[in-house]
């Protein structure tokens, strides 16, 4: 859990933030007296005398497992690649205290305060919070502070050699210039049909092939397993709704759609009085029930001079924009109706919905079904899940529960932990199948809720573990990667010999295709390894081209490389490089100061 700790601390951008705030050893309590890192005399390696003990090594390992960087059964490597680590660790803390570099407590205190792992939501350090991430990730806190200290020295040498670097300003442009150099050439890819004969492949090919490549036949460990599946939507599916229901929703489901609405309205308050404006929308209610047209009466009749031209017309409204009076009116109304006479603070209104905002009756048939369908086994399905959660566990299979529910049992082929298709693939679904109580014990699973609508229960049917498969069963892959790797080998060749013929001058029937002015970026269709190649090549000489070949996946193609341009600047792509390249730089200035610790250094596997 504490990697990104790590990280962080042992990154080139980590930076140590020197605030007010100071915090006591008090902090640690009585635990930092427990768990040190000491002596225990079962030393594992020494570092100019300095030991490095199993428990150390030990607890490296365990930390690296539990934070899921490495898998259990890669423990093995893992240890190695740890001792090599605190070796280097070593090394680089002794190199460092000979330089006098040095870290205080108060620089420790403060540096864990602010980091986000062991804050609140507020920002603060918190005490049980940190406590809590430091045992889950196997550290005391005194050995957190150990651990700290030792990278913030490694930092510190790090940057410090970083900082050292430098680039001279000639090798900046230099760097820039190849950046932004450009390449024509011409191609042409080999085939199988230049050969003139294919290799010959025998057994001794095969089974060497084999031997080298062995970890590629390895099978991992696998499962069969039945399984059921309960399906809310399966269950909607078999619901029947009636067109009565379907119409009902639909019809209460357009009592909230947004609508389009026009409005005849009558002002009061000035030269006229709310009587008078009530009294001259009842006529135009009478108008209407004459059948005189909404509009034309708007035109003639509405005080809304913004809308009276276009027949009263408001456009669609949704709620919450023309208050509570307007909007309840308006939408307690279907399509083509007319409201009473509602007050607002602006005047009186008549209000008609002239469209509704929705899809039709027959354009939201299926979506309303799966809706209404889905409610109707709602409380099936729930019932069915808790079923299912108890006949699950009581049962001594899984075809009687599959019976007893009406549930299809299902098999798998042969899976392993990480399959990839269909439901079994879920999250979840196969750490049931490989846990204790399912592969060990021959339990059925506990019920995995997939989702809202899907319950899944499995057992395992048959169990096999991790073996490489011999080479008489995976002898057609075997043979199909040792044809081709030959072929490749044979088309090198072949490439090797027309390179040589061109260079010589020999007329040459070849089909080039040209590549005008690529840039090392490629932005083109060539492949990495193509373009890679054209500028490995030298610059031609005169009106000359160079040749050469590439291997690009299976094709092996030839180059003819014409012409070599400056090319145009591009300001952001050489800063990018010229970062990267003092990054290189820095990385090999520190790679060079490992190398150099470790030559001098006595170093005792123990």
Excluded: C
Excluded at 88 to 113: F, K, M, N, P, W
């Amino acid at each position: 859990m504490l990697q990104s700790i790590r990280d962080r601390s042992r990154s080139w951008g980590a930076k140590i933030i020197i605030g007010a705030v100071v915090v006591t050893m008090a902090l640690f309590g009585v635990e930092s007296l427990v768990g040190l890192i000491g002596n225990s005399g079962d030393e594992v390696a020494k570092v100019n005398g300095e030991p490095i003990t199993r428990q150390q090594l030990e607890l490296e390992v365990q930390r690296a497992i539990r934070s899921g960087q490495v898998p259990p059964d890669q423990e093995r490597a893992l240890r190695a690649e740890m001792l090599d680590m605190l070796i280097t660790d070593r090394l680089l803390i002794q190199y460092a205290e000979e330089g006098g570099l040095h870290v205080s407590e108060q620089q420790l205190d403060q540096l864990i305060v602010t980091l986000p792992e062991f804050q609140d939501q507020q920002g603060r350090f918190d005490r049980d919070l940190f406590r809590n991430r430091l045992a889950s990730a196997g550290f005391t806190p005194l050995s957190f502070r150990r651990q700290l200290s030792v990278d913030v020295k490694r930092q510190q040498v790090q940057q410090g050699l970083a900082a050292s670097d430098f680039t001279l300003e000639e090798e900046r442009e230099r760097l820039a210039a190849l950046q932004r150099q450009t390449r024509s050439f011409r191609h042409h890819a080999l085939v199988e049909e230049d050969l003139a004969s294919l290799p010959e492949i025998d057994e001794q090919d095969l089974q060497a092939y084999y031997d080298a490549h062995e970890a590629e036949y390895r099978r991992p460990e696998q499962v069969k397993v039945n399984y059921v599946v309960l399906d809310r939507q399966e269950m909607a599916n078999e619901a029947e709704v009636s067109e009565d229901a379907l119409r009902e929703a639909w019809q209460t489901g357009s009592a909230g759609a947004d609508r389009r609405v026009s409005h005849i309205m009558a002002t009061f308050g000035g030269e006229r009085s709310r009587e008078e404006a009530l009294a001259r929308l009842e006529q135009v209610q009478s108008r209407l029930a004459e059948g005189e047209d909404f509009a034309d009466l708007a035109a003639e009749v509405s005080d809304d001079d913004s809308t009276s031209d276009t027949g009263g017309d408001l456009g669609v409204i949704s709620r919450g924009f023309f208050g509570e009076a307007f909007e309840n009116a308006a939408f307690s109304l279907g399509q083509g109706e007319v409201s009473d006479i509602v007050e607002t603070d602006n005047g009186l209104h008549l209000i008609k919905v002239t469209e509704l905002d929705r899809p039709s009756f027959e354009e939201s048939r299926d979506q309303l079904r799966r809706e209404l369908a889905i409610d109707q086994v709602d409380d099936a399905f729930n019932e069915r899940a808790q079923r299912l959660i108890d006949d699950s566990f009581a049962a001594d299979d899984l075809a009687s529960v599959a019976d007893e529910l009406g549930l299809v049992l299902q098999q798998s082929d042969w899976l392993g932990r990480d399959a990839t298709d269909g439901v079994l693939s879920e999250p979840g679904v196969m750490e049931q199948a490989f846990s204790g109580d399912v592969l060990e014990e021959g339990y059925n699973s506990e019920v995995i809720e997939l989702d809202e609508d899907r319950r899944l229960v499995l057992r395992v049917a048959e169990h096999r573990d991790a073996t490489t498969l011999p080479l008489a069963e995976v002898r057609n892959g075997v043979e199909a990667a040792v044809r081709e790797a030959k072929i490749r080998e044979a088309l090198v060749e072949l490439a090797a010999e027309r390179v040589q013929g061109l260079r010589a001058g020999e007329p040459l029937e070849i089909d080039w295709q040209q590549a005008e002015s690529v840039s090392r970026q490629g932005g083109t269709s060539l492949s990495d390894a193509l373009v890679q190649a054209a500028f490995r090549l030298p610059h031609p000489q005169g009106e000359a081209p160079v040749y050469g070949h590439a291997v690009d996946g299976e094709r092996v193609v030839l180059i003819a490389l014409d012409r070599v341009q400056a090319g145009e600047s591009n300001v952001q792509v050489e800063a990018f490089v010229a970062n990267m390249a003092e990054r290189l730089r820095a990385q090999s200035a520190i790679q060079g100061l490992l190398d150099k610790l470790r030559d001098e250094a006595k170093i005792e596997r123990l």
